[in-house]
Every structure is written in structure tokens, then in C-alpha cells.
């Protein structure tokens, strides 16, 4: 089973749009969120983390928290070409498991 | 800066060889993870080590997967008998890092063939 989905498979925006990526925990032992960002043909780089309800925002990019529904989202700005990514959501386990979902694949179309 | 390195790069197996593939985790972190990665799966946990003790052995993996660290900058993934649907990248991954202790840092992976 699954412990960490994400949404949608796959994006496409316009240069300048705005990327929105969800992702949901269905384990509620989770505690701890992380993006990772892999381009292709290379290995995951954290982009962001957050365990607190709320935002947290580093430059173009923003991360939601909702720790009650275990829900967390990431949004990309002003997104460019170099944005286009496979985009991991990943989850920790008060055991210290560390999960990752299917990833969405972003394209940013110039 | 030694980022986790992961030896080989690639590796082609006949169906039912055994392989073993190598990581060195950056100096100083607790953890290791040993992920698989394919497109339909996404990427699995395979292992996990805290200050070397196994703390994850991959249950479905288990039987033919075995990771080992023998110390504290060295560990190995073990796949016997190898079989094509093992084909896949396997990554690793330290963290501990003091400025961000959960923080993954992967190494470039090992693409693994089996014919």
C-alpha cells in the first residue's frame, strides 16, 4: 500500500505560470514533509521541508502544511524551463522511515 | 566536498549472478538508506542503517536483498540470485547532517541491467 500519494502524474505550464503539486500521507504516523526536485537522468535534491502547519515560502517556491488531513503542496511562481523536473514528495515516520511517492512530472513549455 | 558516492556506475548481471553494489555516505552521517527506483514503482526503500545497526530490511526485499554496513563509511547491497526484474537504478542516500539532520543527500546511483 501506498503511504505517500501524489497529484497529478504529470503538468504542463506556460513559462511565467504558477505549478501547484499536492501530495497526502495516508500513514498518520508521518511527522516530517520533504520536496525533492529530480532532473533527469540525475538523483533527488531536496528542495524544501516542513513539519509545522502553515507556510513556508524560499524564493519562487512555497510549501503548505496541513497536518491534520496530512496534506502538504508545493507551488512553483514564475516558473522556467529549468523547473521542468520530476518533483518527489517525501514523508518520515516517527520510526524514521523515510517514504517517497510517485513524483510528478513537471514541464515548463517556453 | 565528498558528496555519498556509489560504485559502479552501471552493471550488467545475468539472470541469477550475484552483484554487489557499493556506497560511501558523506563523513559524519548516521544514516544510510538504499532505495530502488524504476518508473513504475517509483522509489522503494530497500534498507536503512542508524549509526550501522539495520533498522529497516526491506521486508518484500528480503529475501534476496542484503545490505551490510560494516562501518560507519562503507556499505554494500547484495542481490543474489539476480533476476530481470531487479533491473533498475538503486540509489543511496545519507543524512545527519548538523545543519539539517533529516535532509537526503543521494548519491549518483547505480543502473542496473539484468539480462
Known amino acids: 500500500q501506498q503511504k505517500v500519494q501524489q497529484s497529478p502524474e504529470s503538468l504542463i505550464v506556460p513559462e511565467g505560470g504558477m505549478a501547484s503539486l499536492n501530495c497526502t500521507s495516508s500513514d498518520r504516523n508521518v511527522d516530517y514533509f520533504w520536496w525533492y526536485r529530480q532532473h533527469s537522468g540525475k538523483s533527488p535534491k531536496m528542495l524544501m521541508s516542513i513539519f509545522s502547519n502553515g507556510e513556508k515560502e524560499e524564493g519562487r517556491f512555497t510549501v503548505h502544511l496541513n497536518k491534520a488531513s496530512l496534506h502538504t503542496s508545493l507551488h512553483i511562481r514564475d516558473s522556467q524551463p529549468s523547473d521542468s523536473a520530476l518533483y518527489l514528495c517525501a514523508a518520515r515516520r516517527a520510526n524514521n522511515r523515510i517514504f517517497f511517492g510517485d513524483g510528478t512530472q513537471l514541464v515548463v513549455k517556453p | 566536498d565528498a558528496g555519498v558516492t556509489q560504485t559502479p556506475r552501471h552493471e550488467v548481471a545475468e539472470k541469477g549472478q550475484t552483484i554487489i553494489l557499493k556506497c560511501e555516505p558523506v563523513s559524519g552521517h548516521n544514516d544510510l538508506f538504499w532505495y530502488r527506483q524504476t518508473k513504475i514503482q517509483g522509489l522503494e526503500l530497500l534498507s536503512y542503517f542508524r549509526s550501522k545497526s539495520l533498522m529497516e530490511d526491506g521486508g518484500a526485499f528480503k529475501d534476496r536483498f542484503k545490505a551490510e554496513m560494516l562501518n560507519s563509511s562503507f556499505s554494500t547491497l547484495k542481490i543474489q540470485p539476480t533476476e530481470p526484474k531487479d533491473s533498475a537504478v538503486y540509489l543511496c542516500?545519507?543524512?545527519?547532517?548538523?545543519?539539517?539532520?533529516?535532509?537526503?543527500?543521494f548519491g549518483s546511483g547505480t543502473r542496473l541491467t539484468v539480462l
Open positions: 542516500a545519507s543524512s545527519g547532517d548538523k545543519i539539517s539532520a533529516e535532509t537526503l543527500y
